[in-house]
């Protein structure tokens, strides 16, 4: 049966929203490695039971790698099935105008760090015929009140594309783009969503589509209210 052998799975970011809801849908099946910024001790509580943990903080883009491979490997891990590169920032632009220090930030966190790491755990995912997820955003067209986050969305985009086609036959590429999703990220950013937030989609329904969208392998998948009153929290692929 397609999904049911378990897999060696990374996720970044996986002690908060997303990245935690799809590690919460996943760990009864898979053996999974978590990373964030967080020290283990912060986060212990919060993710599964049985899933590890390692630092990578991704404004260092080529440590975090480096961070991520070194996990990898403590667990004895030969290679990799999949690996979901989730982890992300925003930060709101004040008139549309991002500070230096933002657009370095979030270009490091969002994009930057994402390279690094595809390129670092390219081997492992070779080893396995694996799945390379980016997580994108909605906001890769453009966001107007996030423009250097908006930016770095695209990059990835742009990265998922070349890198599909660079990789074929050897490691499947992806990039999912969530819709507005109930998590922290907004109050985080600095940005206020308002009465919008009542409409955003329930961080578990998100996790759910996405695994079924990382099972599939194809790439982009838009994972929003369209998808969703579709029936795609409910149906589709399991991984
Ligand atoms: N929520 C939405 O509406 C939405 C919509 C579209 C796309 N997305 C994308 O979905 C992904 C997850 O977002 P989310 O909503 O789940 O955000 P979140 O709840 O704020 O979680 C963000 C995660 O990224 C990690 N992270 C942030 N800065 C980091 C850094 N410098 N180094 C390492 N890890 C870092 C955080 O780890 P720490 O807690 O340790 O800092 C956390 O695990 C992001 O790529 C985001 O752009 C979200």
Redesign the pocket.
């Known amino acids: 049966m397609i999904g049911a052998k378990p897999r060696r799975m990374l996720i970044?970011?996986?002690?908060?929203?997303?990245?935690?809801?799809l590690a919460k849908k996943l760990a009864g099946r898979h053996q999974l490695l978590?990373?964030?910024?967080?020290p283990h001790a912060?986060?212990a509580d919060l993710i599964p039971a049985g899933a590890a943990y390692v630092?990578?903080?991704?404004?260092d883009p080529q440590a975090?790698a480096q961070a991520l491979v070194d996990g990898v490997r403590e667990l004895g891990w030969d290679g990799l099935d999949n690996a979901v590169?989730?982890?992300?920032?925003?930060m709101a632009a004040v008139d549309g105008i991002d500070t230096t220090e933002a657009i370095r930030?979030t270009l490091?966190?969002?994009l930057a760090?994402a390279i690094a790491q595809a390129r670092a755990l390219y081997p492992l995912l070779e080893k396995t015929k694996g799945t390379l997820t980016f997580?994108?955003?909605?906001?890769h067209k453009g966001s107007a009140t996030i423009p250097a986050?908006a930016a770095?969305?695209a990059g990835l985009q742009g990265l998922a594309r070349a890198l599909r086609s660079e990789w074929s036959g050897r490691v499947s590429v992806q990039i999912v783009?969530?819709?507005?999703?109930?998590?922290?990220?907004?109050d985080?950013?600095g940005y206020d969503p308002g009465p919008m937030r009542a409409l955003?989609?329930d961080?578990g329904d998100?996790a759910k589509m996405m695994a079924s969208a990382i099972a599939t392998r194809r790439s982009p998948v838009t994972v929003s209210w369209v998808r969703y009153l579709n029936g795609g929290a409910f149906t589709g692929r399991r991984l």
């Open positions: 970044t970011g996986g002690n908060a929203g997303i990245g935690l809801a978590l990373s964030g910024r967080k912060d986060v630092v990578a903080d991704q404004s975090s590169l989730n982890a992300g920032l925003g930030r490091d966190v969002n760090a997580v994108g955003s909605v906001a986050y770095s969305k783009h969530p819709g507005p999703t109930k998590t922290e990220i907004h985080k950013a955003f989609l961080v998100v």
